[in-house]
Nanobody
Framework: QVNLVEAGGDSVQPGGSLTLTCEVTGWPDSVGWVRQVPGNEREGVAIISADGLTKYGESVKGRFTISRNNARTALYLQMNNLKTEDTATYYC???????????????WGQGTQVTVSS
């Protein structure tokens, strides 16, 4: 059984940084982050495989970094140079395979809100 609990959402100014944390129980093969703006479809942000391979959504490449601790109990999303369009609810997600698509998620966290505004 996989359990995911996010923390770290906050309000920041454009250009700022924020780190999200996800406590993971029952570490899946692939785990990552998905975000959603109300009224929009969910969007894959980043994913990391059991071997440490990573993939990023096009809109966050070069600004966001996904990582995990060695004990595989925590997942992180370091977000730099935040933009207003990064405002969303961010979900920690367990994926059935190393595919950065919400359709491949089989476990979801409860979500944490990130707001980027001046």
């Amino acid at each position: 059984q996989v359990n995911l609990v996010e923390a770290g959402g906050d309000s920041v100014q454009p250009g700022g940084s924020l780190t999200l944390t996800c406590e993971v129980t029952g570490w899946p093969d692939s785990v990552g982050w998905v975000r959603q703006v109300p009224g929009n479809e969910r969007e894959g942000v980043a994913i990391i495989s059991a071997d440490g391979l990573t993939k990023y959504g096009e809109s966050v490449k070069g600004r966001f970094t996904i990582s995990r601790n060695n004990a595989r109990t925590a997942l992180y999303l370091q977000m730099n140079n935040l933009k207003t369009e990064d405002t969303a609810t961010y979900y920690c997600a367990a994926f059935r395979a190393f595919v950065l698509s919400p359709g491949w998620v089989n476990y979801w966290g409860q979500g944490t809100q990130v707001t980027v505004s001046s």
